[in-house]
């Protein structure tokens, strides 16, 4: 089994909050560095993206790829590569736990990556970390900026700072 990371972070708001914002792949380019546009290809009953297209744009790591979308429950979505220029494997996972009764969510983030051409495991383990602790704190900071208006930018998160 690949080995993979994982890094947690705690967002001052409810799991649904921080799942709506997760789940806007249209919005990804407003708060993650790396993703410059998304396009949801396919949806399921529920009109939850069940295969997305991103343009990433990682300093080494540019691609154009497809994943699969897993939603498992309100608090869990799992995705893995379908097809990419660059990668052999893409698989992730958010895992959202309620705090305070709800109040606040711990937000676990589980990352495997492994490309095509060759690359030392304890490179691609530190590619991973940035990954994901550049996604935790963009994701935090767009969540607890509150919701921008609809087909409005979000200045408070539109500067690129996170992943």
Do not use: C
């Not at 799942?19 to 290809?41: C, H, Q």
């Not at 052999?88 to 051409?117: C, H, W």
Request: overall charge negative.
């Amino acid at each position: 089994m690949a080995e993979h990371t994982r890094s947690s972070i705690t967002i001052e708001a409810a799991p649904a909050a921080v799942m709506g914002v997760i789940a806007d792949f249209g919005r990804y380019p407003e708060w993650t560095g790396e993703v410059k546009e998304a396009e949801v290809l396919a949806t399921d009953e529920s009109g939850r993206a069940e295969r997305v297209r991103l343009l990433l744009d990682a300093g080494a790591i540019k691609d154009d790829h497809t994943l699969a979308y897993d939603w498992i429950g309100d608090n869990e979505v799992r995705w893995s590569l379908v097809k990419s220029q660059m990668l052999r494997t893409l698989d992730g996972s958010y895992a959202l736990a309620p705090l305070d009764g709800g109040a606040r969510t711990e937000v676990t983030y589980q990352l495997t990556v492994d490309v095509k051409i060759p690359m030392l495991g304890m490179i691609k383990r530190k590619a991973e970390k940035v990954i994901i602790d550049r996604a935790l704190a963009g994701l935090k900071k767009r969540v607890e900026a509150g919701p921008a208006p609809a087909g409005a930018p979000d200045e408070a998160v539109a500067d690129g700072d996170g992943a």
